[in-house]
């Protein structure tokens, strides 16, 4: 008995991610219903008050012209899947109403803790000796909670089929998802997506960091565990690409053997099919290791400089119409990087975008880019910067647009993180979600 009470507490579910395990069984996709039972065997930890099985799903309205192109899986996020789903009270959280909100702990979530994320390079050898070991682990650990859509006809839900992922892969395999093309009124659209090109995109990407942040935070009992940054402003290269850090390279751009990354491969290389997923999670071989040739891209010779992001900083609306890539004097798309960030007006790729397309190789893939943890660290420097923003203009839910971008909507949930958090609602201070930034060098 005791050795039961023990594993309970150790086996609480994890904040959020996709698909929850217990909800893709045949039943469950078939009634759309994602209400697993807690440990206290009740439907969401009913009878310990922990949360509801709701009878329609915690979500809003489509946005204007949605209901007719309403045909892609993800659109009215999570609508598609399931209309039967927990809702936590408190400061419970998680599908089933097993874990917390982001910052709280302990099985009653009664604990606030606020985690620190630093500089790569401000971490102790010790620090960053774990940090890596924390990596290797995520990679290699199956996720007990999650798994992943690997195969199906976009049009028939009967055909989807769902495989085990590690843990570091799910989280890759989240940011893939959101950025499959869209099916609307039949056809695949990829000049859209849920992850990026609007006004989603900086809560979008704070919400992934979270999501990995905590898995790790679980997996290895370390509470304090805040994911590092990397802030490149002014890099003539990339300092941090050596085998202490990153990882060095060799000529043709994999990762040399000697780097922590050496081994590790593309969780869904082999993604340019337009109506299946992730077929390589069933065909190892199919993966192609991680690679990187930073500098070499004619087009982005350099990293962005400490004027870049000052000059940022600068744009006090969040974003504007179209709240697209081509929205001008946006700090949304200053930031993301299809503006030039001084005058907010010329088109070019400058910020969020010239360091994936500086670094070259698996980052410079978008679709795959979150497979190299670079990409976790060149986000968790962009977060820094929308956490500057924040602060500065003094931002709320409030602040965030209204707008008709496909999943990009105030009300609507960030594409396809599960259970809902709405876009608007990523617009808090980090404190919020239970983490701060160290200051480094002035930011
Ligand atoms: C939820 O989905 C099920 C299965 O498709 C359907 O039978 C039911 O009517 C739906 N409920 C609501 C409230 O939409
Ligand atoms: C930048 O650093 C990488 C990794 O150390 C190296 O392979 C590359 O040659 C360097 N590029 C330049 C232009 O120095």
């Known amino acids: 008995m005791i050795a039961l009470g023990v594993f309970l507490v150790l086996c609480y579910h994890l904040v959020q991610g996709q698909f929850p395990r217990d909800c893709t069984t045949d039943d469950a996709i078939q009634t759309k219903t994602c209400c697993p039972l807690w440990t206290d065997g009740s439907p969401c930890g009913s009878i310990s008050g922990r949360g509801k099985c709701r009878n329609k799903v915690a979500i809003t309205p489509f946005a204007a012209g949605q209901v007719i192109q309403y045909q892609d899986d993800r659109l009215g996020w999570p609508r598609y899947y399931y209309n039967k789903t927990c809702e936590c009270l408190g400061d419970y959280r998680g599908y089933d109403c097993g874990d917390c909100k982001y910052g709280y702990f302990g099985e009653k979530c009664d604990r606030k803790n606020t985690v620190v994320r630093k500089e790569i390079r401000e971490l102790s ?198 709240y697209y890539r081509t929205s001008k004097k946006s700090f949304r798309n200053a930031l993301e990087g299809f503006l030039r960030p001084s005058d907010g007006v010329t088109m070019e790729a400058n910020m969020h975008n010239l360091v994936h397309i500086f670094f070259g190789g698996t980052l410079s893939e978008v679709p795959i880019s979150a497979n190299d943890p670079m990409f976790m660290l060149h986000h968790c420097f962009i977060d820094k910067i929308f956490e500057e923003w924040l602060r500065r203009y003094q931002a709320t839910p409030d602040t965030y647009p209204a707008n008709e971008e496909p999943g990009h909507g105030p009300n609507e949930c960030s594409t396809p993180y599960f259970p809902c958090y709405r876009n608007k609602d990523l617009l808090r201070t980090s404190d919020v979600f239970g983490y701060i930034y160290s200051k480094y060098q002035g930011l």
């Open 125 to 322: 050898f010790l620090e960053r000796k774990r940090f890596f070991s924390y990596l290797a682990l995520a990679k290699t650990t199956k996720s007990q909670d999650f798994v992943i859509l690997y195969t199906g006809d976009r049009h028939h839900k009967d055909t989807y089929r769902f495989t085990d992922a590690s843990i570091y892969d799910v989280f890759s395999w989240i940011h893939y998802y959101s950025i499959k093309p869209l099916l609307i009124n039949g056809d695949f659209v990829s000049s859209r997506n849920y992850a990026h090109q609007g006004p989603a995109f900086p809560g979008w990407h704070r919400l992934g960091l979270l999501f990995l942040e905590r898995q790790i935070q679980l997996l290895t009992g370390d509470e304090n565990f805040g994911v590092p940054y990397y802030d490149w402003r002014g890099e003539k290269n990339c300092s941090i690409c050596t085998n202490d850090f990153l990882g060095d390279n060799d000529v043709e751009g994999f990762l040399s053997s000697y780097s922590h990354f050496a081994f590790w491969k593309s969780f869904c290389s082999g993604y340019n099919y337009i109506d299946v997923y992730c077929l390589s999670a069933v065909d190892p071989n199919e993966m192609e290791k991680l690679h990187r040739k930073p500098g070499a891209d004619p087009d982005a010779p350099k990293l962005p400089t400490f004027q870049d992001v000052e000059d940022t900083l600068k744009w006090g609306d969040f974003d504007r119409p179209p």
